[in-house]
T-cell receptor, first 111, second 114 residues
Framework: QKEVEQNSGPLSVPEGAIASLNCTYS??????FFWYRQYSGKSPELIMSIYSNGDKEDGRFTAQLNKASQYVSLLIRDSQPSDSATYLCAADGGATNKLIFGTGTLLAVQP | ETGVTQTPRHLVMGMTNKKSLKCEQH?????MYWYKQSAKKPLELMFV???????ENNSVPSRFSPECPNSSHLFLHLHTLQPEDSALYLC?????????????FGSGTRLTVV
């Protein structure tokens, strides 16, 4: 069964620090990867997508992809209390071409 | 506002009731999805519609019945639900049926079955 694995956390970081969120996926055929942010009681919001090996930066967010290791990460620089949320990693299911989600990592940024 | 609107936001229903969840997207997308989100579990894909045709039913019990009259509207009809069906039900849409572009989610319906 195709899976996306994440540490459920909580990951606690002080305000201003770098938060590092990690994800692994099982299907070597996956080509598209996404990070969603979900505040408590709200719906998931797409914040980053990445398709190629390497880094992709968008403001304070950097997504990293290593297809050889089947590993995706999200770095949040200068973390703010407003970044406190659950971060969902998702990958396309290869041949099924449907998004498969991890269980999410709860990030808590301490003021 | 994401461009995907779900109603109602909250729903409490008894096990013998019949209710419907509604989803409408204003993004011009062609594919729509129903997901179930339960505590401590990954998002579970339930149904997929592409150009209003169902392309996937992920072994969902028949007490959940989807309907897609056009590419902009999606319904989930509920009847004789069980308490374990209590969850957040999310509607999503995407440009095409597939994962290449990511999905846009609605705000969800928090369902409680009593």
């Amino acid at each position: 069964q195709k899976e996306v694995e994440q540490n459920s956390g909580p990951l606690s970081v002080p305000e201003g620090a770098i938060a590092s969120l990690n994800c692994t996926y099982s299907d070597r055929g996956s080509q598209s990867f996404f990070w969603y942010r979900q505040y408590s009681g709200k719906s998931p919001e797409l914040i980053m997508s990445i398709y190629s090996n390497g880094d992709k930066e968008d403001g304070r967010f950097t997504a990293q992809l290593n297809k050889a290791s089947q590993y995706v990460s999200l770095l949040i620089r200068d973390s703010q209390p407003s970044d406190s949320a659950t971060y969902l990693c998702a990958a396309d299911g290869g041949a099924t071409n449907k998004l498969i989600f991890g269980t999410g990592t709860l990030l808590a940024v301490q003021p | 506002e994401t461009g995907v609107t779900q109603t109602p936001r909250h729903l409490v229903m008894g096990m013998t009731n019949k209710k419907s969840l509604k989803c409408e997207q204003h993004l011009g997308h062609n594919a729509m999805y129903w997901y179930k989100q339960s505590a401590k579990k990954p998002l579970e894909l339930m149904f997929v519609y592409n150009f209003k045709e169902q392309t996937e039913n992920n072994s969902v019990p028949s007490r959940f019945s989807p309907e897609c009259p056009n590419s902009s509207h999606l319904f989930l009809h509920l009847h004789t639900l069980q308490p374990e069906d209590s969850a957040l039900y999310l509607c999503a849409s995407s440009q095409e049926d597939g994962a290449n572009y990511g999905y846009t989610f609605g705000s969800g319906t928090r369902l409680t079955v009593v």
